[in-house]
């Protein structure tokens, strides 16, 4: 999550957020929280088409994982930012089950399409062999009658 959305979901300023964040970076490893490029806050500025004059900063906006988000609610000690922090990861917890059963869906549908396309197969192999017996009958001679002949000798 941006640093500029959590502010606003702690209810702190940005530059406040990022100032905690600076004074406890030891806090912050790389998986916890990492800085945009230029290039990558230009394309996240071009994603959004009503920006405001003065609605964004000038420095570089701070990403938080799920684990930094965590972190910030010992950064910022205030009751609120604890339990935003809570409900924020029970919804990393929500999504990651979700996820979870999106996969097993995934995997069975991709069983699914296994047991078809070895029906479809055979199926084939069956096709197969009925063209290849019609077409054997169809070239042979006719055979010769066997048996009781009623209408003469």
């Given amino acids: 999550m941006l640093d500029s959305d959590l502010a606003e979901l702690y209810g702190v300023e940005t530059k406040r957020l990022k100032e905690q964040v600076k004074r406890n970076i030891n806090r912050f490893p790389e998986r916890f929280m990492f800085e945009l490029s230029k290039q990558e806050n230009e394309l996240l500025r071009s994603q959004?088409?009503?920006?405001?004059?003065?609605?964004?900063?000038?420095?570089?906006?701070?990403?938080?994982?799920?684990?930094?988000?965590?972190?910030?609610?010992?950064?910022?000690k205030s009751e609120s930012a604890v339990q935003v922090s809570i409900r924020i990861i029970d919804v990393f917890v929500r999504l990651r089950e979700?996820?979870?059963?999106?996969?097993?869906?995934?995997?069975?549908?991709?069983?699914?399409?296994?047991?078809?396309?070895?029906?479809?197969?055979?199926?084939?192999?069956?096709?197969?062999?009925?063209?290849?017996?019609?077409?054997?009958?169809?070239?042979?001679?006719?055979?010769?009658?066997?048996g009781f002949k009623p209408d003469g000798f």
């Fill in 48 to 76: 959004n088409a009503t920006l405001k004059k003065g609605e964004h900063s000038k420095y570089l906006p701070f990403v938080f994982t799920e684990h930094g988000i965590l972190m910030l609610s010992n950064v910022l």
């Fill in 98 to 146: 979700v996820y979870a059963e999106q996969t097993e869906v995934w995997l069975a549908i991709e069983k699914i399409k296994s047991k078809l396309d070895n029906q479809d197969k055979n199926m084939e192999i069956v096709f197969r062999y009925l063209d290849e017996l019609i077409d054997k009958k169809d070239n042979q001679p006719p055979r010769k009658a066997i």
